[in-house]
């Protein structure tokens, strides 16, 4: 497809569980960013990659969170031993280094746990 | 201290007629660009205007236009003849020069209702 795709688009997962969300950019878009929106909020930053540099982590929340895009294309986000706190909508955004820099983003995966 | 500012938490009008949802923002940065984001209840975020601090001329897209007020750091969205299918949250986001990227910081959204 044309645009950003993200998966699952809905998790539930058990509290101590690890869940994994993967994110597809599109094509040619140099920049990835994740973001967490909690319920009613705007999305929250947490971390920035361009090609398979991690340039910036600085929100992500804990050690539990981790974040890779080997091949400069598909990433992954990991939450290991997941909390109540980190039920959220995981959303994913590229962007091609525009002038305005206008970032694209996918449907978001909502992680829900138990 | 909130770097964007929706003091709207939710906003109603009438088909037809035209809307502005506000937004401050807080930066000491000279070089920045302001965003609109519209984010329907299937939850994705669609890019819809935006402006940079050295435009001369307020942002337009179609119906939808950023009334820029450097001095008052205020970026407020105006919806002309809205539609049934505006009915969405509105975010306003800034990008600032000295962050990584094009990392965008987002305010806490206004909930557009239209009305028929």
């Known amino acids: 497809g044309a645009g950003v795709s993200q998966s699952p688009r809905y998790k539930v997962a058990k509290r101590g569980q690890d869940v994994a969300l993967r994110c597809d950019p599109i094509?040619?878009?140099?920049?990835l960013f994740w973001y967490q929106q909690a319920l009613g909020q705007g999305p929250e930053f947490l971390t920035y990659?361009?090609?398979?540099?991690?340039?910036?982590k600085s929100g992500l929340p804990s050690d539990r969170f981790f974040a890779e895009r080997p091949e400069g294309s598909v990433s992954t986000l990991k939450i290991q031993r997941t909390q109540q706190e980190d039920s959220a909508v995981y959303l994913c955004?590229?962007?091609?280094?525009?002038?305005?820099?206008?970032?694209?983003f996918g449907e978001g995966s909502r992680l829900t746990v138990l | 201290a909130q770097k964007i500012t929706q003091t709207q938490p939710g906003m109603f009008v009438q088909e037809k007629e035209a809307v502005t949802l506000d937004c401050t923002y807080d930066?000491?940065?000279?070089?920045?660009?302001l965003f609109w984001y519209k984010q329907p209840s299937s939850g994705e975020m669609i890019f819809l205007i935006y402006?940079?601090?050295?435009?001369?001329q307020n942002a337009t897209e179609g119906r939808y236009s950023l009334n820029f007020q450097k001095a008052r750091k205020s970026a407020n969205l105006v919806i002309s003849a809205s539609q049934l299918g505006d009915s969405a949250m509105y975010f306003c986001?800034?990008?600032?020069?000295?962050?990584?990227?094009?990392?965008?910081?987002f305010g806490e959204g206004t909930q557009l209702t239209v009305n028929p």
């Open positions: 955004a590229s962007s091609f280094g525009s002038r305005t820099g206008e970032l694209f």
């Open positions: 094509s040619g878009h140099v920049s």
């Open positions: 990659f361009q090609n398979e540099a991690q340039l910036d």
């Open positions: 930066t000491s940065d000279q070089s920045y660009g």
């Open positions: 402006q940079g601090s050295y435009d001369e």
């Open positions: 986001a800034m990008r600032e020069q000295e962050t990584s990227g094009s990392r965008l910081t």
